[in-house]
């Protein structure tokens, strides 16, 4: 992914939002009620974008489809993974060997 396709679908995004809230808030109607224009700018913001930034979410998402194909064939790791594979072996080492087999201990007569 480069990083061009990411902040050009990011700032087409945020102007298919702050346009119309802009206008929106011209109204009277939304001057006392922000939040209403807000919402309605929100809707519009997300109709405008599922219509005509197709192409950029395509370029950005199969950016990162193509980084994702690359690390794994690579088998490089990502930090998280490598982390979570550590707590693995902590948990596996500190807990105790139990033996299915094994019957549970019968309390003897005298601690009675």
Known sequence: MRAR???VYTVLR???FVVPLGILLLFPVFQELP???AVFAALIGLSLSLLFLRRPLDQ???GLAERRAARAASGRRTGAEADADAEDAVLDASAPATDSSA???KPDATER
């Open 5 to 7: 396709s990411a902040l």
């Open 14 to 16: 945020l102007l298919a």
């Open 35 to 37: 939040w209403l224009a």
């Open 60 to 62: 950005v998402t199969g």
């Open 103 to 105: 019957e549970p201990a």
